[in-house]
């Protein structure tokens, strides 16, 4: 096990630290320290209108944030939690508007990893985006984070991360549910934890009035250009390809054997891999027959903003 003191002792001292959790490397903050806040601002480049996810080891620092926790969330919470949910309650009037980029609600999850919850234990919340620079794919590996921050970059090495895709996150701060970003957590298994129906609320088309001035963030892009499998050719060795089906055996191919779960995971790792080697182009595939998969939701609207 990793000697996590140095790195607590950082977080308490108002610097910013990053770590695994199942879904992505985060980038730690005292949720109670502005200064310390702002150093994730900073340290991403990231647009300060766009709203942090707290992250809490227990249900007593659920309650230092939210002002109410309906039934709902807290069947959300007994069921998915510790794991790759975030919930969005009412916020007490204390929380700092550097978190909720000034709505009135704010955003909590229980991370699901080990080596996450222990440094929470320790500093109480934290506030923790994905520990990439706005505007690059999340990191799911420490190797990721030094890219983007440099190698002198505080990161605790927790090695891949599971999930390779960032939290599902429930709005439950109103009368309908809604699901605000599509994760691992699927609308089917939320639907069928609590037996109420969510709205879907992460197509541009259908949110008028966007909760979180988050979404309108193009996010997940590599610098090659990607675009969907259709006119683009295995022939061009300048394109990878990535498929979620079957595929020819070709060094530029890569395909998931309908394992959504894998393709997840793998994701944005080969984003980046694909600028190191020098691909210009991305193509990929998402299978529609599987869009019952749990997985299948996330993976359309990560690889939808990465083409948009
Ligand atoms: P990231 O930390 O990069 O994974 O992004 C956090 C995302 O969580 C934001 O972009 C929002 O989509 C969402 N979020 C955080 N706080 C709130 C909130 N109070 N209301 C709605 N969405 C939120
Ligand atoms: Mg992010």
Known sequence: MIDLTPYITLLKQGEVVAFPTETVYGLGADARNPSAIKKIYRTKGRPADNPLIVHV??????????NEIPELAKKLMDTFWPGPLSVVLPKKPEVLDLITAGLDTVALRMPNHEIALSIIKQTGALVAPSANSSGKPSPTSAGHVSEDFGIDFPVVDGGKTTIGLESTVVDCSGSTPSILRPGSVSKAQLESATGVKFKESFNSKD??????????????????????TGDAEYLDESTLFLLSGRAPD???????????????????????????????????????????????????????????
Request: hydrophobic share 35%; proline share 5%; net charge neutral.
């Open 57 to 66: 080891s227990s249900l007593e620092q659920v309650k230092e944030f939210a």
């Open 207 to 228: 949110s008028h009035a966007p909760k979180s001035p988050g979404q309108k963030y193009t996010h997940y892009k590599p610098a090659a250009n990607v675009i969907w």
């Open 250 to 308: 070709m060094p530029n191919v890569i395909s998931y054997n309908n394992d959504l779960d894998q393709f997840a995971s793998e994701l944005y790792d080969r984003f980046r891999q694909a600028d190191h080697k020098g691909y210009t182009q991305i193509a990929v595939e998402l299978n529609e027959n599987l869009s019952s998969h749990p997985m299948y939701a996330a993976l359309l609207n990560r690889i939808s903003k990465a083409v948009g």
